[in-house]
């Protein structure tokens, strides 16, 4: 199985114990729930600290080479039920 690594912890583990920012081929960002859409992705451990420091530091921002619209962290905390 492959690994996969937070984007802002760098914890490794499976696909499934995180949760997926991705960069639509449009260039949009969104939250994929499923793992399966394509783009470019980002994983983020199932928590909101994470998240946090995801925000604080840009991780995401660093692994796409460009801005997130904020929106994307409300998102993913939405996601995780936070």
């Known amino acids: 199985m492959p690994e996969r690594s937070c984007a802002a912890c760098g914890r490794k583990g499976e696909k499934g114990e995180f949760v997926r920012a991705l960069r639509l081929p449009d260039g949009t960002f969104t939250v994929d729930a499923t793992g399966k859409m394509s783009g470019r992705g980002a994983y983020l451990c199932r928590n909101a600290e994470c998240i946090r420091i995801a925000r604080k530091k840009n991780s ?23």
């Not at 998102?75 to 039920?81: K, P, Q, R, S, V």
Request: proline share 4%; hydrophobic share 45%.
């Open 60 to 82: 995401l921002a660093r692994s796409f080479r460009q801005a997130v619209p904020e929106e994307i962290y409300g998102a993913l905390e939405a996601c995780i039920g936070e």
